[in-house]
């Protein structure tokens, strides 16, 4: 069945270190998001890409890095300037950006990853 | 710049009640819209959209919207709820961006 992963679902970290979280999707879906989830905030968009080897950042991006080397996989490093990141991710995916139709704005998420700083 | 609104940001409900959950919209490009349902600890999925044609969209899980282009609005529906149907939803609006805008969410509390 075609799906987004991510993994693992629950991470601690202890601070000061840099943490990766895992995002792979066989959609074959161009683009690929991540967002940040904190109780009563909705969605925060951290990093996209719309194709490999190119990504922007989002409304959030500061304390975050992340590569897109292959389609289908988008991973997100949260490191230690990150001063608070205690919170839900979601990884999602779109069909080609440069479609016309609306069907480019639906997204698929992923079931998330919980990360806790200790 | 487009924006979503999702009024309510709880709604306590008895098991059998209808329900709605409000959203409205804002924006000056062509609007396509949607609604997520989110359970504890999981991911978003995709319950209902708006792409064109018919303002009368249904979903998964007997839920339908209604799009309304005059008071910019796109409320979520369901006539008799389910205790399974606790959970996080959320509108979000996809226009001149291919990335959509996310309302905050409506916490849908369902009480036996």
């Known amino acids: 069945d075609g799906g987004i992963t991510q993994s693992p679902k629950y991470l601690f970290r202890k601070e000061g270190q840099n943490v990766t979280l895992s995002c792979e999707q066989n959609?074959?879906?161009?683009?690929m998001y991540w967002y940040r989830q904190d109780p009563g905030q909705g969605l925060r968009l951290i990093y996209y890409?719309?194709?490999?080897?190119?990504?922007q950042k989002g409304d959030i991006a500061e304390g975050y890095s992340v590569s897109r080397e292959k389609k289908e996989s988008f991973p997100l490093t949260v490191t230690s300037a990150q001063k608070n990141p205690t919170a839900f991710y979601l990884c999602?995916?779109?069909?080609?950006?440069?479609?016309?139709?609306?069907?480019?704005?639906?997204?698929?998420f992923g079931p998330g990853t919980r990360l806790t700083v200790l | 710049a487009q924006s979503v609104t999702q009024l309510d940001s709880q709604v306590p409900v008895f098991e059998e009640a209808p329900v709605e959950l409000r959203c409205n919209y804002s924006?000056?490009?062509?609007?396509?819209l949607f609604w997520y349902v989110q359970y504890p600890n999981q991911g978003l999925q995709l319950l209902l959209k708006?792409?064109?044609?018919?303002?009368l969209v249904k979903g998964i899980n007997g839920f339908e919207a209604e799009f309304n282009k005059s008071q910019t609005s796109f409320h979520l529906r369901k006539p008799s709820v389910h205790i399974s149907d606790t959970a996080e939803y959320f509108c979000?609006?996809?226009?001149?961006?291919?990335?959509?805008?996310f309302g905050r969410g409506t916490s849908l509390i369902v009480h036996p």
């Open positions: 999602a995916s779109s069909i080609k950006p440069a479609l016309t139709s609306g069907s480019r704005h639906e997204q698929f």
């Open positions: 890409s719309q194709i490999v080897n190119d990504f």
């Open positions: 959609l074959n879906h161009d683009a």
């Open positions: 979000a609006l996809g226009g001149g961006s291919y990335i959509p805008t």
């Open positions: 924006s000056s490009v062509s609007v396509y």
């Open positions: 708006y792409l064109s044609g018919s303002t």
